[in-house]
C-alpha cells in the first residue's frame, strides 16, 4: 500500500506543468532503496527534496520529493519488518529439519538406493542384459557378450579364462576388435562387480574381484617427458606394485612403442612376474615372440582375431587357442597406399631381398649434358605442382621413379601422364614447410580422419569399419544371388 502511494506522488510530481521544464526524462528511478525524479542539474536547488545521486557527467541528479520523504522512511520500516519476519520463519523452518535431520537423511539415502536400482533395470532393459552367475574363484565365461556401446547386431565375444588357463595372448589384425575384446572383458566384469546386468547369453559366469588393472592407449604427454613406451611402463609399474591374488589384469600391445626383440623380452618377463604373483592376464600383441611364449607356457593359451582373407576383411570373432597374423599390408591397403609399394613389402616378406645398392639422384632441376648436348630426364619430387599439357590443368606429382610416365593426384584421381607433357609450375620445397606431412594432399580428409581414427582405437572407427564390412556382405550376396 504504502508503495502504491509513493508511486502515485511521484507520478503526480511528474505530469505537474510547473516540473516539466526541470525534469530530464519523466520516470520514477529507484536508487538503492529510494524512488527519485531525475532533474536537470541547473534545477536541483529548486526541487525541495534530497539529492540521492547524479549521473556520471553531472547533468542529471537524482531528487526524492520532500512529498515522498516521509512515506519512504515508512517503506524502509516495513521492509525491515518484512526481513525479519523472513528470517523468523526460516529459523523455524530449519529448527523443524534440524529435528528431523536422521530421518531426512534415511529417506534420501534409500531414494538414493531405489533411484540406482530403477536406473540400473532401466539400463538393463536397453542392453538386454541378463543376471551372471558370480563367483569369487577367478573364472570368467562370456557367452555372446557385447560391449553394452556396440549396437545389438555386433559380432558377439565367446571368452573363457581362469579354469584352464590363466593367460590369454590375442593376436591378430589391427582394427580386428583385439583392443574391443579387452574393454568388454573388462567393462562386464566391472558392471556384474557393480551389481549391474550384462549383455551376454545365458551361461555367462563373472568373477569378483579384489582389483581389476589396465593398460590400454597411448599414454604420450610431453609435460612430463613421456613417450608412448614410457609412457606404458609408468603405468605398468604401478600396476606390478598392486598385483597379488584375485586381481584381473588388462594389457593392450604389451611390449610395444620400442625395439621389438626388447618389448617383447619385457613383455614376457612383464607378463612371468604378474602371473608368478597370482593375476589373471588378458594381453594383446603382434610380437611373434609373445605368440611363441603363449603356445608354449602350460598355463597361457594364444588366441587370434579371425580374418578373411579372401574377402580381406577381419571377421570380429575371437579363435582361441589360434594365432594370428597382424595384416599390416591390408591396412596399408585400405588407408588407400600405392599397390606397388604393397606388392614390393609382399615381395620382401617371401625373399628378404632388399634394394640396398646406392642410387645417384640428379639435381632438382634440368641442366644440359655438355657431352652429348642432350637435356637430361627431370625427376620431379613428391608434391611439386606441375602443368599437364594434355588436360590443360595443373596437377600435384605423386611419384617419379624415373619412368616415362609420372604417377599424378589430378582432379581427386590418380592417373599417369607422359614425362614429355609435363612441365614445372612450382617446386613442393617451395610450396610447403619443412616436415610437412605430403602423404596428406592425395588422401582425403575422411580418410585420414578415419586412419587417425583406427590408430587411437576410436569405436566410431571401428563401427564405420563393421558398416562397411556388412555393406560388401550384402552385396557380394546379391551377386551370389543373381549369378544362381
Known amino acids: 500500500i504504502i508503495e502504491k502511494e509513493i508511486q502515485s506522488k511521484l507520478l503526480k510530481f511528474l505530469r505537474h506543468p510547473k516540473n516539466k521544464e526541470m525534469i530530464q526524462e519523466a520516470i520514477i528511478v529507484q536508487k538503492g532503496e529510494c524512488y527519485t525524479i531525475p532533474i536537470k542539474a541547473s534545477y536541483k536547488n529548486k526541487v525541495d527534496g534530497t539529492i540521492i545521486d547524479e549521473s556520471n557527467k553531472g547533468t542529471t541528479v537524482f531528487i526524492e520529493p520532500t512529498v515522498v520523504s516521509k512515506l519512504n522512511e515508512h517503506y524502509q520500516l516495513l521492509k525491515a519488518e518484512e526481513i525479519s519476519e523472513e528470517y523468523q520463519v526460516l529459523a523455524a523452518l530449519t529448527g523443524a529439519i534440524a529435528e528431523n535431520e536422521e530421518a531426512i537423511d534415511l529417506l534420501i539415502e534409500t531414494m538414493t538406493v531405489l533411484d540406482i536400482i530403477f536406473a540400473r533395470a532401466k539400463f538393463s532393459r536397453e542392453i538386454n542384459g541378463i543376471t551372471p552367475k558370480i563367483n569369487k574363484s577367478e573364472h570368467i565365461v562370456i557367452k555372446q557378450g557385447r560391449h553394452p556401446f556396440l549396437p545389438d547386431h555386433a559380432v558377439p565375444l565367446d571368452v573363457e579364462i581362469g579354469k584352464d588357463y590363466r593367460g590369454l595372448i590375442i593376436t591378430g589384425a589391427n582394427a580386428g576388435g583385439k583392443t574391443v575384446v579387452l574393454k568388454t572383458v573388462g567393462l562386464l566384469t566391472l558392471m556384474a562387480m557393480f551389481g549391474m546386468q550384462v549383455p551376454a547369453k545365458k551361461g555367462t559366469e563373472l568373477a569378483v574381484f579384489d582389483e581389476v588393472f ?258 560388401r556382405q550384402e552385396e557380394r550376396r546379391a551377386k551370389d544371388e543373381n549369378n544362381k
Do not use: C
Open 214 to 471: 589396465v593398460d590400454v592407449g597411448d599414454h604420450q604427454n610431453l609435460e612430463n617427458a613421456l613417450s608412448t613406451f614410457s609412457g606404458h611402463m609408468q603405468n605398468i609399474a604401478a600396476i606390478l606394485k598392486k598385483i597379488k591374488r584375485n586381481t584381473l589384469v588388462l594389457l593392450d600391445e604389451i611390449g610395444s612403442g620400442t625395439e621389438p626383440n626388447e618389448g617383447a623380452a619385457l613383455a614376457i618377463a612383464i607378463m612371468e612376474s604378474m602371473y608368478e604373483q597370482g593375476a589373471l592376464i588378458i594381453a594383446t600383441t603382434h610380437y611373434g615372440e609373445i605368440k611363441k611364449f603363449a603356445r608354449d607356457h602350460e598355463d597361457f593359451v594364444p588366441a587370434a582375431m579371425a580374418f578373411d582373407r579372401e574377402a580381406l576383411r577381419p571377421k570380429y570373432q575371437l579363435r582361441v587357442g589360434e594365432t594370428g597374423e597382424s595384416q599390416a599390408l591390408w591396412i596399408a591397403h585400405k588407408m588407400a597406399m600405392s599397390m606397388k609399394l604393397i606388392q614390393q613389402a609382399e615381395r620382401y616378406l617371401e625373399e628378404k631381398a632388399y634394394r640396398t645398392q646406392k642410387k645417384e639422384f640428379p639435381p632438382k632441376t634440368a641442366g644440359i649434358n655438355r657431352k652429348d648436348n642432350k637435356k637430361e630426364r627431370q625427376l620431379f619430387a613428391k608434391g611439386d605442382r606441375i602443368f599437364v599439357n594434355e588436360y590443360q590443368k595443373e596437377a600435384l606429382v605423386y611419384e617419379d621413379i624415373g619412368e616415362d610416365t609420372i604417377a599424378v593426384y589430378l582432379e581427386k584421381e590418380m592417373i599417369r601422364v607422359p614425362r614429355q607433357r609435363v612441365r614445372l609450375v612450382r617446386s613442393a620445397e617451395n610450396l610447403y614447410p619443412a616436415g610437412y606431412d605430403l602423404d596428406s594432399l592425395f588422401i582425403d580428409f575422411k580418410t585420414r580422419k578415419q586412419q587417425r581414427d583406427l590408430e587411437r582405437g576410436s569405436k566410431k572407427a571401428h563401427k564405420a569399419l563393421v558398416k562397411e564390412m556388412r555393406k
